[in-house]
């Protein structure tokens, strides 16, 4: 196995990785110009102005502007404006949340909830970054419950316009990407009023700023100040004191307010219909996660390629000293996490493929398959978020002191991506939202979900999804139906073994939760409160043995696209280890539910040993595969490779040439 | 049990905590001015001129120079000196770097490497801060086997000067605080050479630059540039080209050069000579542990404050939101973090008396306590660093968006303590360290323990250590004899069944790691980094099962100062949910070992989440406790919490006003 996996080409590796949109992915790689490289120790005022300039030089057709309709000028493909961002992220997280508030969420928000009028006028000059904008959605008082935004804006029949009023300090939009410096137009959402009665959230077109950058009448914008990171980011706060906005201006493609304060929709029930109009606006999350895969990445290239060229301590009877990837210890970093890396990659190109079947469909959408991309979508990307935080900086320890400095790249991954696991939905508020989605199928078990606060983001679903694959349905079913009903005869290694561990641990985990909640409806009918809360910790991670158990299936289903044969052995052992990781990290839950025998449990630990020692030697082509250009990398520790090489070389030079006792004590083991 | 805890005053908690040194806590709380705080937002050219400033304003009686001899000016209690510098972590973490490094690592090296002649001529000013110095140890090649720097100084007895070089770059000091620009004189390591002999790592006193601020003639001084946190320190990067170095300039303790060449030392062994040196420096360790600790405390007090005042989703039937701290998910974040913090910090004041009655008593080291300090200030600066780390991190997501802003000081103190799981040791290094101490009595079983690379800090001492306790030895022991062979029979909160769990895995573990050791050593005698490397994941875990044995008995020891019975009371309960946390997150060995039954082990978690429910109400107590002024904390969004009261109130006030329907919608559950 170890002979033919070191005839493993990155390139062929890359092409698994690249996938459907692998052209997006070079026209980025070869697009950009020199100019597109992450800087280092810059001032907050530097990066805002450096990033300002940036975004109006990304070449269009690279794929930034895809998901506007080809009638404007796009592709009218939403993955490959998804992947188009996750590719800047690779070059600069601030550049990527840049152009991902301005083309993504602003002129996103113009696509999917405005009409003909809006598109017509706008979406071109949004194309050209001519009318940069904002997605005002935030307020300091709520983030996580955007339903109950306390921004007002009441229609008068009288004047034919709105009133959009910020009616106290906590209702002021806060955190707002593009705000602080640049933007000239938001995309607000309020509680529209009209003929005195409240038809929930809407959003509007609303002019922040005039052609000179000032701030239009009755609009206060603030500075959100010094950030962890971000730093080429201006978000900001805003502040609406009794602004008039003209009647076309609200995005009604959902709900419209007629010149006489008629209100009309489609949709009736306000819930679910400004749950329909986020639902549009998922391409959001997935960009987040990608672009925090995209990191990871990077983050892990640079960790790799270093702990291959740094040596520290002998090893007896050798000179040099010992490679720091020759470390069980640091194979124990640094391997597990370029399994889940892996994983991840293939978890999220099948959630990209998904959305664009989804969103460029002719036809309607079908909204069951539309619930599903929103649970996937809110799940993998709180997973992959915290899979990055966690990541970067165990990459950045594996670094040392390097790993502190600036110039080798760390610290900016590191701190630009943080935010991601709160922003575009708080990670613990999504899994949440991604249980309660798998709960829904059972409601008749326990009485409404209506204790659960009112994150009713999917309330309207009532379906089981559970055990829906979506990736290589039969191959998988054929895997898991192989296995024999006694464990121990079974390889630890056997792929249709680690399918159904993770399947049977979701299963469990969900319906302990529903006899949980049945048990406390029963008890607690006073207190719908607590029956929640009491199981919020058993809920959550129901949501992480479901979204382990998607990704892991979307491995296997990825191994199978793998043409080249040594490629393909290499990805099965990953998988394996990927596998055996979250068992091992989980084996726990394993044991206590008579999952794994205490022998087998132990023997899992073995081969994750042998699996680390097996993959030592691919690490390098592990992160080639990457194909993260040098340029975009920007690590001087990268740089001095060469370097090191060469002073290694002066100093075995030296100890041959010191004094012979000088030259015996350096070279003693 | 509850009504009684509602009445636990935190100023009694405050006293235990406090610990014997509450003078020295005291000290500093009141007394630095009101330019003691953190500044947010500031360049690193700001950041380092404000330092450089402020550690000329510290009131040298407050406890920074306690270490220093009473001859000088001190006070001799090294004990001091470490408390003062944590609580300098909780102003500013770049102020306590710096004092650390200059106080600490420069002014501790003169004192403890250095004779009168040294002291007599510049422990004045180095206490002063006339004399800002650097401790220049770590080169770019070597930084975890510092026994194998690269720098040379060789004695020349024809001109009675030492010449001190820089043979290639990697051998250039690296990352060294107070170089780039204050730094007037470095105590520099380097491979002693005399007479063509080398006698290894020795120290000297080296002018780096001249009253002018510029280098001095063959120093080469360079600028380590950004870095993710710490702005305010200045690192750099020094190359000495054949400078010349008086004969007295060498701190010579424990070797000593005659003017003729001649080499003396009352340590004849090299590396025993040398860890001897280092060991007098493990000040820097526990400061680094302290400060990390001090620095969770601020963390944890704005997140919990945070917690106790943001609302967000309604629960049915109750108009105005939940608060964060009252969401089990929240709980779970916060509370076990907490119950850690409270676990460390007895830890860290056994730790500190440890070093206090080593490094203050009058007759000779006691070789024995000596090694176990180093063992301890090295297994809890790797354990409280990485606790810093993860607690922070979750501190800041459990802020959402806030957390991201530098004003609210996270971002901050998560990236100024990052770099502490990597300097004054790495702490993967650190806990290898720590296992090779308690392996070493048992070598006759494997033989040396050379295979392990170089590590050899600890390697001359031959005993059993692992059960060895210094905290209420007799208590503990009770404890655990009191519990009965049956586990079934003895409740989940029973101290003595606590300890016993955490003192049977840390045997079990060593123990395993003994018989792999001698089965690897019977079988790969060719090999033997390989006998030390297959078992490296399994002898860190046996580290760190030792430190969280050692922090529980800490903490059991530390309840028994409390005075006050309500205080005491909460002390148990917390120090309940520390052991059962730890017990909870490693059940999978314990379920492995047949230390847990599967039953057992649900259990555990039941009482986990009871003791929340439990503690729930005690939270803010719990960091009132840690009594951090508010102008260190220094967070707006705890200046903001009465404004936030308010806007709530304008908010209810707005609903009541508003018309009917808009009311109604705002209430509804």
Redesign the interface.
């Known amino acids: 196995m170890s002979g033919q996996q070191n005839s493993v080409d990155a390139a062929r590796l890359q092409e698994v990785l690249d996938g459907r949109w692998a052209h997006v992915r070079k026209a980025v790689r070869d697009g950009l110009g020199p100019d597109f490289v992450t800087v280092?120790?810059e001032?907050?005022d530097e990066a805002r102005s450096r990033i300002s300039g940036l975004i109006r030089k990304i070449p269009i057709d690279v794929g930034v502007v895809d998901a506007f309709p080809a009638a404007y000028g796009g592709s009218g493909d939403p993955g490959g404006s998804v992947v188009a961002a996750e590719m800047l992220a690779q070059v600069d997280l601030s550049l990527m949340v840049k152009a991902g508030v301005h083309w993504g969420l602003f002129g996103g928000a113009v696509v999917a909830l405005g009409t003909a009028k809006h598109h017509d006028k706008y979406l071109r000059d949004i194309m050209t970054v001519d009318l940069p904008g904002c997605f005002a959605m935030?307020e300091t008082?709520?983030?996580?419950?955007v339903q109950?935004l306390?921004t007002t804006c009441e229609y008068d029949p009288a004047t034919g316009t709105f009133d959009l009023h910020t009616?106290?300090?906590?209702?002021r939009k806060?955190?707002i990407g593009n705000a602080a410096k640049d933007g000239r137009m938001a995309v607000v959402f309020a509680?529209l009023?009209t003929g005195?009665?409240?038809y929930?959230v809407h959003a509007w077109l609303v002019p922040i700023r005039d052609e000179h950058g000032n701030p239009m009448p009755g609009v206060t914008i603030g500075d959100?100040?010094?950030?962890?990171?971000l730093l080429g980011v201006d978000n900001g706060r805003i502040s609406f004191d009794h602004v008039t906005v003209p009647r076309d201006m609200l995005l009604d493609r959902y709900g419209q307010v007629a010149p006489d304060g008629t209100y009309s929709s489609s949709i009736e029930n306000d819930t679910r219909r400004f749950f329909t109009m986020l639902g549009t606006l998922v391409r959001g999350r997935v960009t987040v996660g990608g672009s925090a895969l995209a990191a990871t990445k990077s983050a892990l290239t640079i960790a790799v390629r270093y702990g291959d060229a740094r040596r520290?301590?002998?090893?007896?009877?050798?000179e040099r000293?010992?490679l720091l990837n020759?470390?069980?210890?640091h194979q124990?970093k640094l391997l597990p996490a370029l399994a889940a890396t892996y994983a991840y990659t293939f978890a999220q190109e099948e959630l990209v493929v998904t959305l664009a079947d989804v969103q460029s469909g002719a036809g309607p959408v079908d909204e069951h398959r539309q619930r599903e991309l929103e649970s996937r979508a809110a799940g993998l990307k709180a997973m992959q978020t915290w899979h990055a935080?966690r990541t970067i900086?165990m990459c950045?320890?594996a670094c040392?002191?390097a790993?502190?400095?600036?110039?080798n790249r760390?610290?900016g991954l590191?701190?630009d991506t943080?935010?991601f696991?709160?922003?575009e939905g708080?990670?613990?508020v999504l899994l949440?939202l991604v249980a309660k989605g798998l709960l829904t199928g059972y409601r008749d078990a326990f009485g409404s979900l209506?204790?659960w606060?009112?994150?009713t983001f999917v309330a309207e679903q009532v379906r089981e999804m559970v055990l829906e694959r979506t990736a290589a349905r039969s191959l998988i079913q054929r895997l898991v139906g192989a296995v024999p009903g006694r464990d121990e005869e079974v390889a630890v290694t056997d792929r249709g073994w680690h399918l159904k561990m993770f399947e049977d641990r979701e299963k469990h985990l969900l319906e302990g939760a529903i006899r949980r909640l049945r048990a406390g409806a029963s008890g607690k009918k006073d207190r719908?409160?607590d029956i929640f809360?009491?199981v919020?910790?058993h809920v959550?991670r129901t949501a992480t043995a479901h979204i382990e158990r998607i990704t892991l299936e979307a491995f296997v289903a990825g191994i199978e696209r793998a043409a080249d044969p040594a490629a393909k052995a290499l990805l099965s052992r990953l998988c394996d280890l990927y596998a055996l990781s979250v068992i091992?990290a989980?084996?726990?839950w394993f044991?206590?539910?008579?999952r794994l025998t205490?022998a087998r449990?132990?023997a899992v630990t073995g081969v994750v040993?042998d699996l680390l020692r097996e993959l030592r030697p691919q690490m390098r082509t592990l992160v080639d595969a990457f194909a993260v250009p040098d340029s975009w990398l920007n690590a001087a520790i990268l740089r001095e490779e060469a370097?090191?090489q060469d002073?290694?070389a002066?100093?075995d030079d030296?100890v041959r040439a010191a004094?012979a006792?000088?030259a015996q004590?350096?070279s003693r083991?």
Request: hydrophobic residues 25%.
């Open positions: 280092h120790g001032t907050g935030t008082g709520h983030g996580s419950d109950q306390r009616p106290h300090e906590a209702a806060d955190y509680q009023v005195g009665k409240r929930g959100a100040g010094a950030k962890a990171g520290q301590f002998t090893r007896p009877g050798d000293e010992v020759d470390y069980l210890a124990r935080t900086q950045r320890e040392g002191g790993g502190y400095l600036a110039e760390l610290p590191k701190a943080d935010v696991t709160t922003f708080d990670n613990t949440q209506d204790g606060g009112r994150a719908p409160f809360n009491d919020q910790d959550l091992e989980d084996k726990g044991l206590e539910h008579g205490p449990s132990k040993n370097a090191r002073a290694t002066a100093e030296a004094p006792a000088v004590s350096l083991a």
